[in-house]
């Protein structure tokens, strides 16, 4: 007699241990990582936040230093019989070279920290000195530097309702901002070894 068409059965008529009795494939479907109970809390997210704005500022330190100074030297004059303000002076040559500096490197630090070594490691500096991490919800995993680009320019959601997308994880379960919920990510409490 021929068992063409069905699958294979054992002597004793039990499954196969591999076959799942709802015909999936074992491990499809189901996520790798189970749902993380240690979110971050506000104040953390809000402290990582400060450490990583205040290293940006640092950044742009040549920045502001050439603006004072393309300020300074532009030297305005108001004329006493026609009343119109003219500048006598001619931007700095460093001025305008600390003001290309700092934006260079102030938009490198960022793209740096918020989305490569974030991205990579679920850390940003801000969020390794408070011992949170990004991660993707569904893996545990970090988000990759493409989702973390993704999910910096939706922080834009955050903002809409008055800024209230920040204040979301003050009372939402999972803590999360709309950012978060949208790019399906949340940040854990998780210090780095």
Known sequence: MSNYGNPPQDPYGQQPASADPYGQQPGLGQPAYGTPSNYASWGKRVGALLVDGLLGALAALPLIIGYVM???????????????VT?????????????????????SFAIWN??????RTGYSIGKGLLGIKLI?????????VGLAFVRAIAHFLDSLPCGIGYLWPLWDAKRQTFADK???????DQPKS
């Open 87 to 107: 500048t006598n002076g001619d931007p700095s040559g460093l001025a305008v070279v600390l003001i290309l500096l700092g934006l260079l490197v102030s938009v």
């Open 182 to 188: 949208v790019m399906g990510t949340v940040v854990i």
């Open 114 to 119: 918020l989305l490569i070594k974030q991205g």
């Open 70 to 84: 393309l300020i300074v030297s532009l030297d305005p004059v108001t004329d006493p019989e026609t009343g119109v």
């Open 136 to 144: 993707r919800e569904e893996t545990g995993q970090p988000v990759g």
